[in-house]
T-cell receptor, first 115, second 112 residues
Protein backbone atom coordinates (compact mmCIF):
# COMPACT_ATOMS: atom_id res chain seq x y z
CA UNK A 1 0.00 0.00 0.00
CA UNK A 2 1.69 3.13 -1.21
CA UNK A 3 -1.03 5.57 -0.26
CA UNK A 4 -2.84 7.96 -2.57
CA UNK A 5 -0.68 8.92 -5.53
CA UNK A 6 -1.12 12.02 -7.68
CA UNK A 7 0.56 12.87 -10.93
CA UNK A 8 2.08 15.25 -11.83
CA UNK A 9 3.17 16.97 -8.64
CA UNK A 10 3.60 20.27 -10.42
CA UNK A 11 2.19 21.64 -13.66
CA UNK A 12 2.79 24.99 -15.30
CA UNK A 13 0.59 25.81 -18.24
CA UNK A 14 -0.30 28.76 -20.38
CA UNK A 15 -3.72 30.32 -20.10
CA UNK A 16 -6.14 28.68 -22.47
CA UNK A 17 -4.44 25.29 -22.52
CA UNK A 18 -6.05 22.09 -21.27
CA UNK A 19 -4.53 20.11 -18.41
CA UNK A 20 -5.26 16.67 -16.97
CA UNK A 21 -4.32 15.34 -13.55
CA UNK A 22 -4.35 11.76 -12.38
CA UNK A 23 -5.12 10.26 -8.99
CA UNK A 24 -4.48 6.66 -7.95
CA UNK A 25 -6.33 5.91 -4.72
CA UNK A 26 -5.46 3.26 -2.17
CA UNK A 27 -6.31 0.01 -3.91
CA UNK A 28 -9.31 -1.18 -1.90
CA UNK A 29 -10.87 2.26 -1.50
CA UNK A 30 -14.10 2.72 -3.43
CA UNK A 31 -14.61 6.39 -2.62
CA UNK A 32 -12.53 9.08 -4.27
CA UNK A 33 -12.68 12.85 -3.73
CA UNK A 34 -11.18 15.84 -5.51
CA UNK A 35 -10.47 19.09 -3.66
CA UNK A 36 -8.93 22.40 -4.65
CA UNK A 37 -6.84 24.51 -2.31
CA UNK A 38 -5.68 28.09 -2.83
CA UNK A 39 -3.10 29.90 -0.75
CA UNK A 40 -4.17 30.49 2.83
CA UNK A 41 -7.42 28.58 2.47
CA UNK A 42 -8.50 25.13 3.51
CA UNK A 43 -9.24 22.53 0.84
CA UNK A 44 -12.53 23.06 -1.02
CA UNK A 45 -14.55 20.09 -2.23
CA UNK A 46 -14.94 19.70 -5.99
CA UNK A 47 -16.41 16.27 -6.70
CA UNK A 48 -16.76 12.75 -5.36
CA UNK A 49 -16.96 9.22 -6.80
CA UNK A 50 -18.19 5.97 -5.40
CA UNK A 51 -16.66 3.32 -7.61
CA UNK A 52 -17.12 4.68 -11.15
CA UNK A 53 -20.19 6.76 -10.36
CA UNK A 54 -19.77 10.48 -9.86
CA UNK A 55 -22.19 11.15 -7.03
CA UNK A 56 -21.71 14.79 -6.18
CA UNK A 57 -20.30 17.90 -7.79
CA UNK A 58 -19.65 21.23 -6.12
CA UNK A 59 -20.83 24.47 -7.71
CA UNK A 60 -17.11 25.28 -7.83
CA UNK A 61 -16.82 22.70 -10.60
CA UNK A 62 -17.49 24.85 -13.64
CA UNK A 63 -18.25 23.50 -17.13
CA UNK A 64 -14.54 23.66 -17.90
CA UNK A 65 -13.84 20.99 -15.31
CA UNK A 66 -14.54 17.31 -15.83
CA UNK A 67 -13.65 14.32 -13.74
CA UNK A 68 -13.80 10.64 -14.56
CA UNK A 69 -13.17 7.35 -12.84
CA UNK A 70 -13.82 4.91 -15.70
CA UNK A 71 -13.15 1.59 -13.98
CA UNK A 72 -13.61 2.58 -10.41
CA UNK A 73 -9.87 2.69 -9.84
CA UNK A 74 -7.81 5.72 -10.84
CA UNK A 75 -9.43 9.08 -11.59
CA UNK A 76 -8.61 11.98 -13.85
CA UNK A 77 -9.47 15.64 -13.48
CA UNK A 78 -9.36 17.73 -16.64
CA UNK A 79 -9.49 21.49 -16.83
CA UNK A 80 -10.20 22.94 -20.26
CA UNK A 81 -9.23 26.45 -21.37
CA UNK A 82 -7.36 27.14 -18.16
CA UNK A 83 -7.59 30.55 -16.53
CA UNK A 84 -5.26 32.21 -14.07
CA UNK A 85 -7.86 31.72 -11.37
CA UNK A 86 -7.44 27.97 -11.75
CA UNK A 87 -4.00 28.20 -10.22
CA UNK A 88 -4.21 26.12 -7.06
CA UNK A 89 -3.27 22.85 -5.42
CA UNK A 90 -5.55 20.02 -6.54
CA UNK A 91 -5.87 17.32 -3.91
CA UNK A 92 -7.25 13.82 -4.22
CA UNK A 93 -8.44 11.70 -1.30
CA UNK A 94 -9.85 8.21 -0.93
CA UNK A 95 -11.68 6.24 1.70
CA UNK A 96 -13.06 2.76 2.13
CA UNK A 97 -16.40 1.50 3.40
CA UNK A 98 -14.57 0.26 6.48
CA UNK A 99 -12.94 3.54 7.40
CA UNK A 100 -15.40 5.94 5.81
CA UNK A 101 -16.51 7.30 9.13
CA UNK A 102 -13.02 7.68 10.46
CA UNK A 103 -10.60 9.00 7.96
CA UNK A 104 -9.92 9.94 4.39
CA UNK A 105 -6.42 9.54 2.99
CA UNK A 106 -5.04 12.40 0.93
CA UNK A 107 -2.43 12.49 -1.77
CA UNK A 108 0.29 15.12 -1.90
CA UNK A 109 -1.55 17.09 -4.51
CA UNK A 110 -0.85 18.58 -7.93
CA UNK A 111 0.14 22.22 -7.90
CA UNK A 112 -1.13 23.99 -10.99
CA UNK A 113 0.22 27.35 -12.09
CA UNK A 114 -1.48 29.08 -15.01
CA UNK A 115 0.63 31.80 -16.57
CA UNK B 1 -19.75 26.20 5.09
CA UNK B 2 -17.50 25.16 7.95
CA UNK B 3 -19.32 24.91 11.28
CA UNK B 4 -16.25 25.50 13.42
CA UNK B 5 -14.22 28.48 14.65
CA UNK B 6 -10.51 28.25 15.28
CA UNK B 7 -7.79 30.80 16.05
CA UNK B 8 -5.84 31.79 12.98
CA UNK B 9 -2.46 30.99 14.43
CA UNK B 10 -0.65 29.78 17.55
CA UNK B 11 2.91 29.31 18.71
CA UNK B 12 4.23 26.56 20.94
CA UNK B 13 7.67 25.89 22.37
CA UNK B 14 9.26 22.63 21.35
CA UNK B 15 8.71 19.93 23.96
CA UNK B 16 5.71 21.66 25.48
CA UNK B 17 2.09 20.67 25.05
CA UNK B 18 0.24 22.34 22.22
CA UNK B 19 -3.43 22.98 22.99
CA UNK B 20 -5.49 23.87 19.94
CA UNK B 21 -9.03 25.06 20.63
CA UNK B 22 -12.07 24.72 18.41
CA UNK B 23 -15.53 26.17 18.85
CA UNK B 24 -18.47 24.23 17.40
CA UNK B 25 -21.41 25.72 19.26
CA UNK B 26 -24.00 24.55 16.71
CA UNK B 27 -22.94 20.90 16.74
CA UNK B 28 -25.82 18.45 16.71
CA UNK B 29 -26.19 15.19 18.56
CA UNK B 30 -25.10 12.90 15.74
CA UNK B 31 -22.08 14.95 14.69
CA UNK B 32 -18.51 13.99 15.40
CA UNK B 33 -15.52 16.28 15.80
CA UNK B 34 -12.62 15.43 13.49
CA UNK B 35 -9.11 16.85 13.42
CA UNK B 36 -6.81 16.84 10.43
CA UNK B 37 -3.51 18.57 9.92
CA UNK B 38 -1.65 19.71 6.83
CA UNK B 39 2.08 20.03 6.82
CA UNK B 40 3.46 22.43 4.23
CA UNK B 41 3.25 21.11 0.65
CA UNK B 42 1.49 17.91 1.71
CA UNK B 43 -2.11 16.72 1.73
CA UNK B 44 -4.14 16.77 4.94
CA UNK B 45 -3.57 13.95 7.41
CA UNK B 46 -6.15 12.49 9.78
CA UNK B 47 -5.32 12.90 13.47
CA UNK B 48 -8.26 11.90 15.64
CA UNK B 49 -12.02 12.12 16.02
CA UNK B 50 -14.56 11.90 18.82
CA UNK B 51 -18.24 12.22 19.72
CA UNK B 52 -18.48 13.12 23.38
CA UNK B 53 -15.88 11.15 25.27
CA UNK B 54 -12.28 12.21 25.38
CA UNK B 55 -10.11 10.30 22.96
CA UNK B 56 -6.40 9.56 22.79
CA UNK B 57 -4.23 7.93 20.17
CA UNK B 58 -0.55 7.83 19.34
CA UNK B 59 -0.68 11.29 17.79
CA UNK B 60 -2.86 13.37 20.09
CA UNK B 61 -5.62 13.68 22.65
CA UNK B 62 -9.04 15.18 22.03
CA UNK B 63 -10.91 16.80 24.88
CA UNK B 64 -14.58 17.59 24.22
CA UNK B 65 -16.52 19.73 26.68
CA UNK B 66 -19.56 18.26 28.33
CA UNK B 67 -21.94 20.45 26.32
CA UNK B 68 -19.95 19.50 23.18
CA UNK B 69 -19.80 23.11 22.04
CA UNK B 70 -16.04 23.20 22.02
CA UNK B 71 -13.05 20.91 21.98
CA UNK B 72 -9.28 21.00 22.35
CA UNK B 73 -6.71 19.01 20.46
CA UNK B 74 -3.64 18.34 22.58
CA UNK B 75 -0.23 17.45 21.21
CA UNK B 76 1.48 16.42 24.46
CA UNK B 77 5.10 17.07 23.48
CA UNK B 78 5.22 19.23 20.38
CA UNK B 79 8.14 18.83 18.01
CA UNK B 80 9.26 20.97 15.08
CA UNK B 81 7.63 18.40 12.78
CA UNK B 82 4.25 19.26 14.28
CA UNK B 83 4.37 22.68 12.63
CA UNK B 84 1.31 22.59 10.37
CA UNK B 85 -2.20 23.90 9.80
CA UNK B 86 -4.68 22.07 12.02
CA UNK B 87 -8.29 21.73 10.89
CA UNK B 88 -11.23 21.04 13.20
CA UNK B 89 -14.21 19.59 11.29
CA UNK B 90 -17.70 18.68 12.39
CA UNK B 91 -19.25 15.78 10.51
CA UNK B 92 -22.29 13.58 10.84
CA UNK B 93 -21.69 10.02 12.03
CA UNK B 94 -23.51 8.66 9.00
CA UNK B 95 -21.95 10.89 6.40
CA UNK B 96 -19.38 8.47 5.07
CA UNK B 97 -20.43 9.47 1.58
CA UNK B 98 -20.16 13.20 2.02
CA UNK B 99 -16.99 15.22 1.77
CA UNK B 100 -15.10 16.82 4.60
CA UNK B 101 -15.73 20.57 4.84
CA UNK B 102 -12.55 22.43 5.78
CA UNK B 103 -12.30 25.90 7.27
CA UNK B 104 -9.09 27.90 7.38
CA UNK B 105 -7.70 26.04 10.38
CA UNK B 106 -5.08 27.08 12.92
CA UNK B 107 -1.50 27.52 11.82
CA UNK B 108 0.64 26.05 14.61
CA UNK B 109 4.27 27.06 14.72
CA UNK B 110 6.48 24.99 17.00
CA UNK B 111 9.49 27.01 18.02
CA UNK B 112 12.86 25.61 19.08
Amino acid sequence: DTGVSQDPRHKITKRGQNVTFRCDPISEHNRLYWYRQTLGQGPEFLTYFQNEAQLEKSRLLSDRFSAERPKGSFSTLEIQRTEQGDSAMYLCASSSPVTMNTEAFFGQGTRLTVV
Amino acid sequence: DAKTTQPTSMDCAEGRAANLPCNHSTISGNEYVYWYRQIHSQGPQYIIHGLKNNETNEMASLIITEDRKSSTLILPHATLRDTAVYYCIVRSRNSGNTPLVFGKGTRLSVIA
